[in-house]
């Protein structure tokens, strides 16, 4: 191994609100140690998913459930890498392996760490992109897979509404719930994504959520009423989801991307609503899915992209130059589709 | 039957804010149908039930899930009352049972109506109060058991948050988790109701929601967190149980009185608490747990409260003179235990 500088996109400072690329996070170059210890492994990066939960891990607070980023140290996240110096049995050198990978070059992988990879098998011959495995084949997909099918309680003619439904979880969410028979409506931030919605994922409505009321959308396209909200969003979505609910409606709460860049947060004033109508509101951690769903999961949305029942659309920034605006941006609404830096060719 | 009179507490108006007695519900006299068709019934009503989600059933609203009362017409709730005539075959003269009676002196019940009565065996030889069937024994207690049943999952150790814990449902809710094994804390709107809970209800610690800060008060009576909360109230004292539960916490969403009365509904800003914790939110109906646990709701709280396990306080206005005043009160807390009107002795 005959490389010893590394660069990587790094945490510069603790944002309030929206971060900004060169200010709060930024490319750094550092030297890489590419002396391995036993059980130890040294990676060359592909592919890193732009997460949403990442904005919480920049913030400082000691107590997140999340550990959050160091200052001068690099993101990390989801990443398709390939493993090019092992003391490890479990990983050969040339595999292809999936974990928590740094946003830089190279990734040297302590003995502990080493738990969190698995090897991608097949993976050169893969019929679906690398980036996949991060995506609609990674934790993003398991979130939406794996909460449909712990709490949607889906049946066939029921009315589901995702919000950030063109990204990396809205995608899927709603692509599976078509499969099943639901009719399915969606929300995104802008014309071009609402009609992605429409035309390529094939769901029954769309609309802007920045034109015009979102009560009124969610009233005129669920003449039936809603019978699943899938949330990515919280605040306004949240309490005009509410009031549109069925009977014994549930709320699966994915996310609540309006508030991660310290944005004042809409109060929800009609709760009361999930009484009468006996709503459930669940929250939800990928995480919890892994252990039981995982398998079930990538051979099932496996299947459906295979057959071409399933699409998925990718928004890859090339290089970890442009990797600190892709993410920033991501926060606002700029990608379309899920968002990944591609670190290098394999 | 030679009665032909009948005082009544009817609705006069629709109000927006607290209603106020003889403006939008006062006593009243009419003539009293005392002929019998087939399957009909007369009633000579002895007690019924002050219920906060009566409020809701004075507003002028067509599109309620529970019927509003008419413009002149009693109001009904809960009730326990004699039968004086009969010609249906499940009734006899002399039983008593327990349905929804009118907020008058004697109801005559329609064959449809006749339906939803029930004798009470043994009533006459009950060696707990009648007046428990419309409230510990009743659709109150019922509500309690029937939702920390089928969704409080408690278990033993932890610990639950009851808001008016006081009441008609609170009272059931917090003895049956202290039998559980449960840490139990509860809150009410006044020191006496507080000394109550402490004292008779032996919870572990209680707080007047009146004095200091909700959030404080939590933190320093559940240092280890909230597993549960039973909400009654909503609004503040829900964003509050919300900071502090527990990883898979679960909100019992029961009641939502801090707006029954129109009060500006206090806005929910932290809901982003239910993802990372997993916290389910769930609203009840205590009409969805008749069919499968009435009778073991009756069985089992029957026999605690003739062990003594389980007290139960009760608030009893005397005649149908008071029992407006009783209502309003009922709605601002005047009411200490399970508020109800006596209409007549046995
Ligand atoms: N609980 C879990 O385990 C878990 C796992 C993965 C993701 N999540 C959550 O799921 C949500 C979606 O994540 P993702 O990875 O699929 O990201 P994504 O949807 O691909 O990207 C985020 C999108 O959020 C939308 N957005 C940003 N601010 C918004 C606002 N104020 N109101 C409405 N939409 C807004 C933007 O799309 P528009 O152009 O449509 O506005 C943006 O493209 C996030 O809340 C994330 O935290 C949760
Ligand atoms: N979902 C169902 O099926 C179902 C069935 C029965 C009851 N409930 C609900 O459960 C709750 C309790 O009913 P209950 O019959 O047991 O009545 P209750 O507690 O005996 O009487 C109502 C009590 O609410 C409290 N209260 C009034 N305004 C308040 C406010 N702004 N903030 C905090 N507390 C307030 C008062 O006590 P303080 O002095 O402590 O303030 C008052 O005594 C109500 O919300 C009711 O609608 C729901």
Not at 182 to 194: F, N
Not at 241 to 264: D, F, K, P, T, W
Request: hydrophobic residues 40%.
């Amino acid at each position: 191994m005959v490389h010893s500088s590394n660069k990587q996109i790094v945490l510069l400072s603790h944002p309030t609100g929206f971060p900004i690329a060169g200010e709060h996070l930024g490319v750094h170059t550092t030297q890489l140690n590419t002396i391995l210890e036993e059980d130890e492994i040294l990676l060359r990066n592909l592919f890193v998913s732009v997460d949403p939960y990442l904005r919480g891990r920049m913030n400082d607070d000691k107590e997140a459930v999340i550990p959050g980023f160091e200052i001068g140290k690099p993101f990390s996240s989801g990443g398709v890498s390939e493993v090019i110096q092992s003391r490890n049995p479990r990983f050969t050198v040339g595999a292809i392996v999936v974990g928590e990978a740094g946003w830089e070059e190279y990734t040297h992988v302590t003995a502990a760490a080493s738990d969190g990879f698995n090897v991608i098998e097949g993976a050169r011959e893969s019929k679906v992109p690398l980036s996949s495995y991060i995506g609609v084949l990674g934790f993003p997909g398991l979130t939406g897979y794996g909460s449909l099918k712990a709490f949607g309680q889906l049946k066939k003619g029921e009315t589901i509404y995702i919000s950030a439904a063109s990204g990396a979880v809205g995608q899927l969410v709603g692509q599976l719930a078509r499969l099943q028979g639901l009719r399915v409506i969606g929300s995104a931030g802008s014309d071009d994504k609402v009609e992605y919605l429409l035309k390529e994922l094939k769901f029954d409505a769309a609309f802007n959520y920045k034109k015009g009321d979102i009560l009124e959308n969610l009233r005129s396209h669920a003449p039936n009423g809603l019978d699943i909200y899938f949330d990515s969003v919280g605040g306004r979505q949240l309490e005009a989801a509410l009031e549109v609910l069925n009977l014994y409606g549930r709320v699966i709460a994915c996310g609540h991307i309006s508030v991660y860049n310290g944005q004042e947060s809409h109060g929800i004033r009609n709760l009361y609503q999930v009484i009468g109508k006996r709503i459930t509101i669940r929250g939800i951690l990928v995480n919890d899915f892994v252990q039981d769903e995982f398998a079930n999961f990538q051979r099932d949305v496996g299947q459906h992209l295979l057959n071409g029942d399933i699409i998925y659309r990718e928004d890859i920034a090339e290089g970890l130059e442009n990797g600190a605006e892709a993410f920033v941006g991501m926060l606002k609404g700029a990608n379309f589709g899920k968002a990944v830096i591609k670190i290098a060719d394999l």
